[in-house]
């Protein structure tokens, strides 16, 4: 996304309002390429841009200003600085160091907070206190519960009882907290195999193979997928573990338009009929790497269109379901299932256990010739440490139980759930008259806020009411366009929403950050 823009943003989807049939609150939709309808993000109001701009401009004077007066003595440095290396140039002076001088540590009380309870549809938060504007803190030793709007904990499996974590304290008997080894050595357990036949049939491969963190699922594997002579085509607002692991292949990388078909075909029909630069040899192969649903836009990936693409000009494609898989279409199995689209499709299917299974690490699942080649090749088969039991025992009984594999409901209910929430609260927020990103069936709601003093604000007045929420600004998203990231959960009752809802109504008249001008278009 190119920093700073204010034009209309336009993300297509197969459907353009969430659930309003089924049991389990999820519609159907079509597949055909010329009946799916576009989606109108709302653009950022002319003056509101012009405003942040400005609000950049003085901090970064004022900002400047300060490292002068801090140079020649006249304020007292607190930043960190590198010690024994006279004469040489210092290894971290860059733009983000400035950033993190005269910005980050005067918000970072407002995220990054301790917490000492279960992640649930509400959390306990350690109270602190800094009399240095931040650079330190002080814990006086209370906490405060809040409703928990920032974690990824979507069907509310992170819990501490219950069935997921009966199986995770059994496997510790059994196995221990760890095996010391990886996957190549002594580090594949039977519960292992166990889960990675799993994982395959849940979203549709014939293979999977499990790791034990997600972020290196995808930059310790894209290396041995691709490599010099291929061609990666990446949308741009791909997560940083898609980027660097594009980036250590050696690939060529090209960026298209998010969710445009039309920047994505035009790279594709260019990329193929000139083939490579200089010597316009055809490229080995195409990837394109895609999520299923975008962490920070709540944007669902435009899946018929991309499939049709790669189809039409023989690519391979890599679909990144982190915040899809679990917590998207009937049955939770992902935006393939949302769209109705075949796995058969998807040459490869990465997804993460941080979010919807309430555990840790990642999965690829592609062909099995696929995978075999992973196995003998990922770094993180041959030097990390393989994905502990506990954990491993958490991913097979929520993923069971979503299946319905243990003979209840709870699984589909939990599902059910989740839909309703994100349709409710969206619903709400947009009649409030905020401007809200991504799709209605996205559990992941940004709350566009724009200017970084407001932004700041509305975090420390929601956890005055008693709500933890994410703010979110440069330069995990673009310059102008800092948000409230807010994540939803199926352990939110109706109630714990109509709080979170309350004091964001509240909170967005207090600040004057409701900019949308879709209701006083609609009130006239």
């Known amino acids: 996304m190119v920093a700073g823009t204010y034009a209309t943003r336009r993300v297509q989807h197969s459907m353009k309002n ?76 860059d733009f983000e160091s400035f950033y993190t001088r005269n910005l980050y540590t005067r918000v970072r009380d407002c995220f990054n907070r301790p917490i000492c309870s279960v992640p649930g549809g509400e959390v306990a938060l350690v109270d602190r206190e800094s009399e240095d504007w931040n650079w330190t803190f002080r814990y006086p030793g209370t906490t405060t519960k809040t409703v928990n709007l920032a974690s990824y904990n979507y069907l509310g499996f992170a819990e501490n009882s219950g069935p997921c974590a009966d199986a995770a304290e059994q496997a510790v008997r059994e196995y221990g907290i760890a095996g010391c080894s990886s996957r190549h050595e002594y580090g594949t357990l039977d519960i292992h195999n166990e ?69 994505l075909e035009k790279i594709l029909h260019e990329s193929v009929s000139q ?74 299917m990465m997804g993460t256990f941080t979010k919807s299974f309430g555990a840790a690490g990642g999965y690829i699942a592609a062909s099995q010739e696929i995978i075999d080649h992973i196995k003998g090749s990922s770094h993180s088969a041959a030097y990390a440490s393989f994905m502990s039991p506990p954990v491993v025992m958490q991913i097979i009984s929520s993923m069971k139980i979503i299946m319905g594999e243990d003979g209840t409901s709870k699984g589909k209910q939990r599902l059910t759930r989740l839909a309703q929430n994100c349709k409710y609260f969206r619903q709400k927020l947009k009649k409030m008259g905020y401007i809200v990103y991504g799709h209605d069936a996205s559990a992941v709601v940004p709350i566009l806020l ?74 006239s």
């Open 18 to 93: 969430g659930f309003p049939k089924g049991s389990n609150g999820f519609a159907s939709h079509r597949r055909e390429l010329n009946t799916e309808l576009e989606e109108d993000l709302e653009e950022t109001p002319l003056f509101i841009a012009v405003m942040t701009y400005l609000s950049y401009f003085f901090l970064i004077i004022f900002g400047y200003m300060r490292d002068f007066m801090r140079k020649y003595g006249l304020e007292k440095s607190k930043s960190v600085k590198e010690t024994g290396n006279q004469g040489f140039v210092p290894l971290y002076s």
């Open 195 to 263: 889960l990675e036949a799993l994982v395959a049939k849940f979203v549709g491969k014939p293979a999977a193979m499990v790791f034990g963190m997600g972020f290196a699922t995808n930059s310790s594997n894209i290396p041995i997928l691709v490599g010099k002579g291929d061609l990666i085509i990446s949308d741009e607002l791909n997560h940083t573990s898609l980027i660097l692991g594009a980036r250590l292949s050696g690939a060529k990388i090209k960026v298209f338009k998010h969710n445009d078909m039309t920047s």
């Open 275 to 348: 083939g490579q630069p200089i010597t316009h040899r055809a490229w080995k192969k195409i990837l394109i790497i895609v999520e299923g649903v975008y962490s920070m836009e709540g944007s669902l990936a435009k899946l018929p269109g991309i499939v049709a693409l790669k189809k039409k000009y023989k690519a391979y494609l890599y679909l990144d379901e982190a915040h899809s898989i679990g917590a998207m279409g009937p049955s939770g199995r992902g935006v393939t299932e949302y769209f109705g689209v075949d796995p058969a499709d998807v040459d490869i």
């Open 450 to 523: 724009y200017m970084p003093a407001k932004t700041v604000a509305f975090s420390r007045e929601m956890l005055k009411r008693g709500v933890a929420v994410v703010i979110v600004g440069f330069p995990a998203t673009s310059l102008i366009e800092a948000r409230a990231r807010i994540c939803l959960s199926a352990s939110h009752t109706t109630e714990m929403l109509d709080k979170a809802l309350n004091a964001i109504d509240e909170v967005g008249d207090i600040l004057r950050v409701k900019y949308s001008r879709r209701k006083k278009n609609a009130k």
